[in-house]
Each structure stands twice: as structure tokens, then as C-alpha cells.
């Protein structure tokens, strides 16, 4: 289930009266088949415009990871030893990292020992197959985000991450596609250490037609936090977004500051947060994997979001960090406008990185 099933109205079903006669109920169905149709076509449509927008997102990415590809193996027929070394600087250089690029690497000699003979022309849809099998198992120790959300009570998602990487952003364009969607959307500005980032995040909780919290710079961000979720208790509001300050001044002092804004909600609502997303700049590459490993240490971190992802060759990351840390990758951000930040599907986006490889 999407972070967006949670709030979706169900469609009423057509009722046909009791008293309607024959001709009637023909013309409703011959109708109802006519609408049928129609939604399936603008579905078909909507589908194959999101991969397209997928693909030129990650076009750099799939050039350069397939540019290196293409010239490791140039002029070799088969996948022996020294293929596999040169695959190995591949998926390294291409940020997937270490851990995950071993991995890969003895799937494809497992298969090589078993085939016995593989021929590079094979090399792309092996390495398809793997890398999503791969982050497919990386998601099956997780839950799923299906949620049970409770009557009155808001959702509560805290987002955490370091300056620079896309997390007001991101948490503007989520109020603004949930708002979209008829959602009563309510956002804490606890960064209260960067004035600037408490505007900017007003002109986007203003752009969303959201309701944002506020208070003075250097201000407690606990503080914030459970002013925000008061206000969104006593409004009936559908979601929370909370914003925090993303500095890694030191890990002991980042898991301070979050564990008291976490106890400090659940004062108000016992279980919040229900999600804590960490937010990462793709384009940093390895950096990104030094960010995830301290916010995991600092705080139970339960999905990712992987942003500027359309800038960058160094999309091989979403690959490596899905892998490594076991946390589900909940949104990727493909560029600057508010619908460019999409749920995450691996399948999708191996079917975007690699095509119709054969």
C-alpha cells in the first residue's frame, strides 16, 4: 500500500433501482462499459507517461553506468575473471557501493559456473535480473507501509536528513500533492536554527495551501513539534509533516535533539511518529551512504527518500543504500517540479535504468 492509499476515498459503486426496467439497465451497463474503457485507456496512458518521466530522470545515470559498461567489455566474447573485475570498477565507480557491488558480483560468477559459458551480450539482462532481485529481498525484511491510522489521529511523519539535501523541498511537494488530494495537510517548521529554512518552508506550505506552525528562531524544535501536532489534533487534520534541523554536528547530539522531539509528540498522540523518512541527496554519491549510517545510528529511521536524482550519474546509490541499511526507499525526486517526486517502484526503476535489455 502507497503512503496516498491511506487516504484515498473509496469509489461509490453504481447503483441500478429496483423499479428500473429492462431498457434501462442496458443503457446503464452499455455505459458503464463505455467509462470502463475510457478509465482503462487514460490508466494505460498515465502509466506510460510516468515511465517516460522516469527514464529521462535517470538518463544520466543509465548513460554513464552503461557508457562505463560498454567500454569494459569492449572487444571480449565471454564473461570470464577479468570481465567480472572490470564489471566490479563498474558498479563501484557507479556508486552502488562495496557491499552490494560483492554481492552482485558472486551472483553473476554463481550463474557464470552454472551456465558455463555466458557471453557479454547476455552481461545486461544478468545484471537486471540480479540487481532487482537483489533490492527486492532488501525489502522483505521491512514492513510494508500499509498503516493502520486511527480515528481523529493525524498521520505523523518526521523528516530528518542534512542541510542541503532536499528535505523542505520535499516536504513541500508531499503537502502539496496531499493537499491535491483533498488532504488537510499541517507542517512543523522545527529547523529553527536556520531562519531560512522556516521561510522557505512557509512559501511552500503556502504554495501547498497547507498550514504550517512556526516559531522563533532558536526556538526548542520540541517545542514546535508538539504545537504542531496540538493544533493538528484540535483541526482534525489528515497529516503532519515535521521538519528538523539537519545538522551532524556530532551523533550524540543529533540523537539527543530527536529523540526528545519524538517523546515530545507521543505526549500528544502515542504513537507518533509513524514514520520517520530520511531524506538523501543522490547526487552526493558515496556521501550519501556516511549520512544514512548516521541518521540510522541517531534515530529509527523507517523509509528513505532519494532526491536530485535527475542531475546526477551517481543514481547507482538508490541501489547500494536499499541494499546496505534494509530500509525501504519510499520516493525518488526526478527534478524540480511538485509531481517530480515519485513513489518509488524498484521494479520500475530497474525497468527504467536497464530497458529492454537482453
Given at each position: 500500500m502507497g503512503f496516498f492509499d491511506l487516504f484515498k476515498k473509496k469509489k461509490e459503486e453504481?447503483?441500478?433501482?429496483?423499479?428500473?426496467?429492462?431498457e434501462e439497465i442496458t443503457t446503464n451497463v452499455a455505459e458503464g462499459d463505455v467509462a470502463t474503457q475510457s478509465e482503462e485507456v487514460?490508466?494505460?496512458?498515465?502509466?506510460e507517461a510516468e515511465r517516460k518521466e522516469l527514464e529521462a530522470g535517470l538518463e544520466k545515470t543509465k548513460e554513464g553506468f552503461f557508457g562505463?559498461?560498454?567500454r569494459a567489455i569492449a572487444g571480449r566474447t565471454t564473461v570470464d575473471a577479468d570481465v567480472l573485475d572490470d564489471l566490479e570498477e563498474v558498479l563501484i565507480t557507479s556508486d552502488v557501493g562495496v557491499d552490494t557491488t560483492v554481492k552482485i558480483i558472486e551472483r553473476i560468477e554463481q550463474r557464470v559456473a552454472r551456465d558455463k559459458y555466458m557471453n557479454?551480450?547476455?552481461?545486461?539482462?544478468?545484471?537486471?535480473?540480479?540487481?532487482?532481485?537483489l533490492m527486492e529481498e532488501s525489502h522483505r525484511s521491512t514492513k510494508d507501509f500499509g498503516i493502520e491510522v486511527k480515528e481523529g489521529m493525524p498521520y505523523v511523519l518526521m523528516v530528518v536528513g542534512v542541510n542541503g539535501a532536499g528535505k523542505t523541498t520535499t516536504i513541500g511537494k508531499l503537502a502539496a500533492q496531499l493537499t491535491k488530494a483533498g488532504r488537510k495537510v499541517?507542517?512543523?517548521?522545527?529547523d529553527t536554527f536556520r531562519a531560512a529554512a522556516i521561510d522557505q518552508l512557509g512559501v511552500w506550505a503556502e504554495r501547498a495551501g497547507a498550514t504550517m506552525v512556526r516559531q522563533e528562531m532558536g526556538s526548542d524544535p520540541a517545542s514546535v513539534a508538539y504545537d504542531t501536532l496540538r493544533s493538528a489534533v484540535a483541526n482534525g487534520a489528515d497529516v503532519v509533516l515535521i521538519d528538523t534541523a539537519g545538522r551532524l554536528h556530532n551523533k550524540v547530539g543529533l540523537m539527543k535533539e530527536l529523540t526528545k522531539i519524538r517523546n515530545v509528540m507521543s505526549k500528544v498522540i502515542p504513537d507518533a511518529p509513524h514514520e520517520v523518512m530520511l531524506v538523501l541527496d543522490g547526487s552526493t554519491g558515496q556521501n550519501a551512504f556516511e549520512q544514512a549510517k548516521h541518521f540510522t545510528e541517531a534515530t529509527q529511521v523507517t523509509s528513505l527518500t532519494i532526491t536530485k536524482l535527475d542531475g546526477t550519474a551517481k543514481g547507482g546509490v538508490v541501489i547500494g543504500i536499499s541494499d546496505k541499511f534494509h530500509i525501504p526507499v519510499r520516493y525518488i525526486g526526478i527534478g524540480e517540479g511538485i509531481d517530480q517526486l515519485k513513489m518509488f517502484d524498484r521494479k520500475e526503476f530497474v525497468r527504467a535504468m536497464f530497458g529492454n535489455a537482453k
Open positions: 453504481p447503483t441500478v433501482a429496483a423499479e428500473a426496467n429492462s487514460a490508466s494505460v496512458e498515465e502509466i562505463k559498461l560498454k557479454t551480450e547476455e552481461l545486461h539482462s544478468i545484471l537486471r535480473d540480479e540487481i532487482a532481485e499541517y507542517i512543523g517548521a522545527a
